[in-house]
């Protein structure tokens, strides 16, 4: 049983052949390309345009006032002066040679070649005669330090000496007056007791900078300071220092060319002048390396290595024109 497909016998086997045939002519089916051209332009819808611009818009936004605002740091706040040191000078100790020397070497102090001067400034109340103070300056504040120095002529020391020190206690006991704390720490300068009034007012500088050192805040308790009651310095072992080590580096002070920093450094290898004498009377080390001993301690050069011979024939000649 076989069934119609309408298609001919010729197209039956023509894979493109309609199926089943369609009732449209051929001649619509194959309209010219113009015509077909044509309706497609009149059979699209005439609002099309219209309908596009007819779109709302919305506002244009400037692209400035889109952009996300920026986080600001908030404000610092103002940070703390930091302390200052200041060396108060009485009057006619400023006005002296001694005074312009010690003033010289507090302004042109340096700290690794750079210029860290240490602000002076004249007394204004009446103290004690040719004393001078220490202030911690914070802004317009001024907090003076539970330190002093009075500075002694020969003459008057001398004087001093027949009546039991009593012009230097009443001079001290007027300095605690002044400070108003019966724990101040009062130095002594006497006139004679350095080599020149140059090292007079190298240890004024030396005394400066071990105050500027110390802590600027306010001590918590009384015990915080304990450590430092007997002395100004603490080795680099982190003792402390009692005043038998004070002693022994105002001994090697004494000595031409031994500065304050000098002398520290040979404290930390020889607290004690016993232990610098057993070395130097030790018969099994010779003489020569004895006497460069303190420079290979400190920097090995020329300079040094004359200091260390000098110390060493303070301490051992027997002949005092050596010394010299």
Request: glycine content about 2%; charged content about 20%; aromatic content about 8%.
């Amino acid at each position: 049983m076989t069934f119609d497909n309408g298609l001919d016998d010729e197209d039956s086997d023509n894979p493109f052949a309609l199926t089943p045939p369609s009732p449209r002519p051929l001649s619509e089916i194959l309209a010219p390309e113009s015509a077909v051209r044509q309706n497609s332009v009149e059979e699209a819808p005439a609002t099309t345009l219209d309908t596009f611009l007819s779109v709302e818009v919305a506002e244009a936004v400037p692209v400035l006032a889109r952009a996300r605002a920026r986080a600001t740091k908030s404000p610092s706040k103002p940070r703390k002066a930091k302390p200052r040191l200041r060396v108060v000078i009485e009057p006619t100790l400023l006005e002296s040679p001694l005074g312009e020397l010690i003033y010289s070497a507090l302004t042109a102090h340096t700290t690794a070649s750079r210029p860290t001067p240490f602000g002076c400034q004249a007394m204004t109340a009446p103290v004690v005669a040719q004393s001078l103070t220490w202030e911690s300056v914070a802004g317009d504040a001024a907090e003076q330090l539970p330190m002093a120095c009075a500075y002694i002529p020969a003459a008057d020391f001398l004087h001093a000496m027949e009546f039991e020190y009593a012009f230097i206690y009443d001079r001290i006991l007027q300095l605690r007056a002044h400070m108003r704390d019966s724990y101040g720490r009062i130095f002594l300068l006497v006139e004679g007791f350095s080599a020149t009034p140059d090292d007079s007012a190298a240890y004024v500088l030396s005394l400066t900078r071990e105050i500027a050192a110390l802590p600027q805040t306010a001590p918590s308790g009384f015990l915080s300071h304990v450590s430092r009651l007997t002395s100004l310095r603490v080795t680099a072992t982190g003792e402390t220092t009692n005043e038998y080590s004070n002693a022994w580096l105002r001994m090697l002070q004494m000595i031409p060319g031994v500065s304050e920093d000098v002398a520290q450094r040979i404290l930390d290898y020889y607290p004690t002048f016993s232990s610098l004498m057993t070395v130097y009377m030790n018969p099994s080390i010779p003489s020569d390396v004895k006497q460069i001993l303190l420079a290979e301690k400190l920097r090995a050069n020329s300079i040094e290595i004359v200091l260390s011979k000098r110390i060493y024939t303070v301490f051992t000649a027997t002949n005092p024109r050596t010394v010299a």
